[in-house]
T-cell receptor, first 112, second 114 residues
Framework: QKEVEQNSGPLSVPEGAIASLNCTYSDRVSQSFFWYRQYSGKSPELIMSIYSNGDKEDGRFTAQLNKASQYVSLLIRDSQPSDSATYLCAVDSSGGYQKVTFGTGTKLQVIP | IAGITQAPTSQILAAGRRMTLRCTQDMRHNAMYWYRQDLGLGLRLIHYSNTAGTTGKGEVPDGYSVSRANTDDFPLTLASAVPSQTSVYFC?????????????FGPGTRLTVL
């Protein structure tokens, strides 16, 4: 069983719509959760981190965490073509020095 | 400030050859990491270092070795390359290596082993 699971997509949304990206994880002791964006041929870059249950908003991005359901999501409001990329969910369960496990990513396509 | 640099950008290598991928960061981060990224498998940790002088094995360490002689450099060596090591390799660093840290990634090295 994969430790961090994501739907590979592609997820296609029209420009201006809300894109919803989902991630489940298997390790109940996981404490830190990250969303990275990776453009084709480029390296991952962090867009959101979340550590507590609930929502965390940063501009057009909202991360949602539900530890009881072992579920973390990323909402992108007012999606733009420039948001088209692969979004990687990452989970740290080390409790000490970082040991991050990445999901395989969801490819998002925003259609103009 | 360059952040993290990796060299070479890409390389085609004959099987059995030795290869060192270079990684340098100028952020004075304590922790550094090497990942490989393969289609359908995502990013997998090869080796890591929480501080200069220490290294540890990740999820897929076989066939790879690392060293951390100083804070800035974290080279990855393939002693005898095999075709299954064809991949994109990313070096990353984080400030303290603690669980809440952000990891910053280098631009990657695309390696093809024939």
């Amino acid at each position: 069983q994969k430790e961090v699971e994501q739907n590979s997509g592609p997820l296609s949304v029209p420009e201006g719509a809300i894109a919803s990206l989902n991630c489940t994880y298997s390790d109940r002791v996981s404490q830190s959760f990250f969303w990275y964006r990776q453009y084709s041929g480029k390296s991952p870059e962090l867009i959101m981190s979340i550590y507590s249950n609930g929502d965390k908003e940063d501009g057009r991005f909202t991360a949602q965490l539900n530890k009881a359901s072992q579920y973390v999501s990323l909402l992108i409001r007012d999606s733009q073509p420039s948001d088209s990329a692969t979004y990687l969910c990452a989970v740290d369960s080390s409790g000490g020095y970082q040991k991050v496990t990445f999901g395989t990513g969801t490819k998002l396509q925003v259609i103009p | 400030i360059a952040g993290i640099t990796q060299a070479p950008t890409s390389q085609i290598l004959a099987a059995g050859r030795r290869m060192t991928l270079r990684c340098t960061q100028d952020m004075r981060h304590n922790a550094m990491y090497w990942y490989r990224q393969d289609l359908g498998l995502g990013l997998r940790l090869i080796h890591y270092s929480n501080t200069a002088g220490t290294t540890g094995k990740g999820e897929v360490p076989d066939g790879y070795s690392v060293s951390r002689a100083n804070t800035d450099d974290f080279p990855l060596t393939l002693a005898s390359a095999v075709p299954s090591q064809t991949s994109v390799y990313f070096c990353a660093s984080s400030d303290s290596g603690q669980g809440t840290d952000t990891q910053y990634f280098g631009p990657g090295t695309r390696l093809t082993v024939l």
